[in-house]
């Protein structure tokens, strides 16, 4: 262990420079972000990830936010095991009939000022599952978005710099 | 004359069921072969329904010879599998969940995957409208004075998958814990239904997104089976390929993440570090970091490039460099095998009646791997070993990943070298015409999968079933889970790492 540790300290970091924010976002995000929120929040947010309904693609690339070349945390922002102490839901999948409620109650118990990250296409509008009988939707059909991250899944780059635009936005 | 032959001949064979055969039977056969997988002469593979009648599927233990078959439903039921052989209980809640097809005698009368949310009952079969209420679930119950129940999900604490866990604790220890799925239900079986081979493919795909590969690889020898159809010979290669860089991947990732569970979260670092490399030569090679709709009936969708290769053989590197210290550190370091050595031990008798397959199903005294039987090319071809534990605990499950690792790592060595040259595609043309059903079953990093297709005369899909592992093993972790602590639960969970969408469809 004491030799990875120290091999640990004599690299060069492996984390890689930040992305620009996603200039799409930012456009999406102006609707929704008031100065009152920036100001309470400063620059950290708090998400609580929920997948509503996803097939765990867009899950293992949330993951990988945490790892050593993306290192979200850096940013000031972190994934929290309740939504009572989240700022930002991020929600993942097309958003099941048998999802539903839970995700209705995953919102009401996140308190104001806060705001709703749809990741990938499903969570956009339902993607490959739209139609189905089991399948109420997009996020957006069931709580009020405020960010869109398409791709299937998003890759790490994208979802940072989705994330950025919304810390810009709201810091 | 093993049990599975002599079975085969006590029914009607249907023609146009490739590679393995289907037969009809009546209610006398259905009924023996229940009995004999019940007795242990068989392992049960799969059950499912098409509406019209239930499939099941068995393998002859040694013999890797797969058998489909078919009791015909006129009237909307059939003899209870799980009365007898209790795996079956879940995928036949489902068959009367989804078709309203009921199975006489079924132990269990609480709907599984149907939650009382979808606004109408068996959405397969005869749908009919039902409020969308919410049914009540009725658990399970423990009594006693000290006994406390502590209900968990369908949101969980981490970046996972949606389920409800109902805990019966003693103080620390765990007493009894149901589960309850069904919460990312999709209804992949209902879209298959009619769809184009091509967004069949990429629901197949989509089934579970960490084993998109395999699933990919099942639906696409289905599909060709179905049609018999050879895939290109390069391609057989790339899919190998792909499949051991997504078992890699995933391995990779859950050894770290079992111990991030243990609170050993240096591994989990380095872990997620070479995890990350196989991802981005994934894409390098293949365009997309989980080589998602690569795999297509017929081939690949995106050849392997020279510059591929050589990333590829750098990582290779790379991994046999850094892995063995992890495994070194996991090793050595004694406040982490504390956690994990003799924790949630699954008995070896009750993986086997389960045909756990997978990770679990080796660490628990099983030697069955898809890969070898009943074997599929070019795995035939190749070189390597199937690592077998008989701890079944917490610390066998690591083992057996770190041993598949390894394994993984020699098989992209020769898959490297010995990938002909040649198109990457052999298209269907007037072969996609005719109907036909095919059987897959591919070995996924989490177990078989198992994939059964029948085809329209136009080509389309007329119905699709795909098995995850997860079935038979989500019912294991409530048994290997019990007398330990209710903290060690995570650890646990992660060392099965069942596929939640895999298994709600």
């Known amino acids: 262990m004491r030799n990875l540790l120290l091999q640990g300290l004599l690299q060069s970091a492996l984390t890689e420079t930040p992305p620009a924010a996603d200039d799409a976002a930012l456009a999406e995000l102006a609707k929704s972000v008031d100065r009152a929120a920036r100001r309470r929040l400063g620059r950290s947010l708090s998400i609580r990830e929920v997948d509503a309904g996803s097939c765990n693609g867009c899950e293992l690339e949330i993951h990988a936010l945490g790892n050593a070349f993306y290192d979200l945390e850096r940013f000031g922002l972190r994934f929290v095991a309740s939504p009572r102490h989240a700022d930002v839901l991020m929600v993942t999948g097309p958003v099941t009939k048998n999802m539903r409620q839970a995700l209705e109650r995953t919102y009401a118990a996140t308190p104001d000022p806060k705001w709703v990250v749809a990741v990938g296409d499903c969570a956009f509008d339902g993607g490959l599952f739209a139609g189905s009988y089991a399948v109420a939707g997009g996020v957006s059909a069931i709580v009020p978005v405020d960010l869109h991250i398409r791709g299937c899944p998003p890759n790490p780059t994208a979802l940072l710099k989705g994330l950025l635009a919304l810390l810009e936005k709201t810091a | ?505």
Request: hydrophobic share 40%; net charge neutral; with cysteine.
């Open chain 2, 1 to 505: 004359m093993t049990f599975v032959a002599a079975l085969e001949d006590k029914g009607r064979h249907v023609a146009g069921h490739r590679p393995w055969p289907r037969i009809v039977v009546d209610t006398d056969t259905w009924r023996q072969a229940v009995l004999g997988i019940a007795a242990g002469q068989a392992t049960l593979l799969g059950l499912w329904s098409d509406g019209e009648a239930v499939h099941l599927c068995l393998s002859g233990e040694t013999s890797g010879k797969l058998l489909v078959i078919s009791l015909p439903c006129p009237d909307k039921r059939f003899p209870s599998v799980a009365q007898t052989h209790p795996p079956a209980l879940r995928l036949e809640r489902t068959i009367r969940d989804l078709y309203g097809i009921e199975p006489e005698g079924c132990p269990d009368a609480r709907r599984w995957l149907d939650h009382g949310r979808w606004g109408l009952r068996h959405p397969l079969g005869a749908a009919e409208a039902a409020e969308p209420a919410g049914d009540t679930y009725a658990f399970h119950t423990a009594e006693g004075p000290p006994l406390h129940q502590i209900p968990v999900g369908p949101v969980h604490a981490g970046i996972i998958e949606p389920g409800h866990f109902r805990f019966h604790a003693n103080g620390e220890t765990v007493v009894r814990l149901e589960e309850r799925l069904g919460y990312v239900h999709k209804g992949i079986d209902h879209l298959m239904a009619g769809a184009p081979r091509d967004r069949a493919a990429k629901l197949a795909g989509r089934t579970s997104g960490d084993s998109t590969v395999a699933y990919a690889l099942g639906f696409a020898q289905a599909v060709e089976a179905a049609l018999d159809l050879a895939p290109s010979a390069r391609a057989v290669w790339l899919r190998a390929l792909m499949a051991e860089l997504e078992r890699l991947a995933n391995h990779f990732g859950d050894i770290g993440a079992i111990c991030n569970d243990a609170s050993f979260s240096l591994m989990h670092a380095h872990c997620s570090i070479l995890r990350e490399h196989v991802l981005r030569v994934s894409e390098t090679c293949f365009g997309h970091r989980l080589m998602m709709d690569r795999i297509v009936p017929g081939g690949v969708a995106t050849d392997l490039s020279k510059d591929g290769i050589a990333a590829i053989r750098t990582l290779i590197r790379t991994a046999r460099r850094r892995f063995p210290r992890l495994v070194e550190l996991y090793d050595n370091t004694a406040s982490l095998q504390n956690r994990t050595v003799t924790t949630g031990i699954l008995k070896p008798d009750l993986a086997r009646q389960y045909g756990a397959g997978g990770v679990i199903g080796r660490a628990s005294g099983r030697s069955w791997d898809a890969r070898k039987l009943p074997g599929y090319a070019p795995y035939t071809s190749m070189v390597f070993d199937i690592p077998r534990r008989d701890q079944g605990d917490v610390d066998a499950r690591v083992w057996i990943r770190i041993e598949e690792v390894r394994q993984s790592l020699t098989l992209i060595d020769q898959i490297l070298d010995r990938t002909p040259e040649g198109s990457i595609l052999t298209e269907a043309g007037a072969a996609s015409r005719g109907k036909g059903e095919g059987l897959a079953l591919v070995e996924g990093f989490r177990g078989d999968i198992l994939v059964w297709v029948r085809l329209n005369a136009n080509g389309t899909i007329a119905r699709c079933h795909l098995r995850d592992p997860s079935w038979l093993q989500w019912p294991l972790l409530e048994a290997a889970i019990e007398g330990n602590i209710v903290a060690d639960f995570p650890i646990c969970n992660k060392s099965f790492n069942c596929s939640y969408s895999g298994h709600d469809l």
